[in-house]
Nanobody, 126 residues
């Protein structure tokens, strides 16, 4: 069965950095095209933070994190990483790793997620 296991969350002061990791396993095809990170909006729905696709999509970043967060992947390990720099208190959230066999271009829509991780908490203090 597919598993997405996140790590790297924690507490940091504003301006600090964290690096989130997500290790995926169990894909019947051996891989999935897109992986990324989502977090909850004030309305509790999940929104895309940063995603990356092997084929056809490239990377996506929410406007609020552009220039501060960088997503990367290790295809051999089916892993995805999120380097989070210059963290702000408003970045405080639960961050969820997600995967999808999406080939429609830039991937941002949580409705197309196939698999979710359990989430890792990021807390940024002033």
């Amino acid at each position: 069965q597919v598993q997405l296991v996140e790590s790297g969350g924690g507490s940091v002061q504003a301006g600090g950095s964290l690096r989130l990791s997500c290790a995926a396993s169990g894909f019947t095809t051996g891989f999935t095209n897109c992986m990324g990170w989502f977090r909850e909006s004030p309305g509790k729905e999940r929104e895309g933070v940063a995603t990356i696709c092997r084929v056809g999509g490239g990377t996506y970043y929410a406007d609020s994190v552009k220039g501060r967060f960088t997503i990367s992947q290790d295809n051999a390990k089916n892993s995805v990483y999120l380097q989070m720099n210059s963290l702000k208190p408003e970045d405080t959230n639960m961050y969820y790793c997600a995967a999808a066999d999406y080939y429609g271009g830039t991937w941002w829509n949580p409705r197309t997620v196939r698999n979710w991780g359990q989430g890792t908490q990021v807390t940024v203090s002033s």
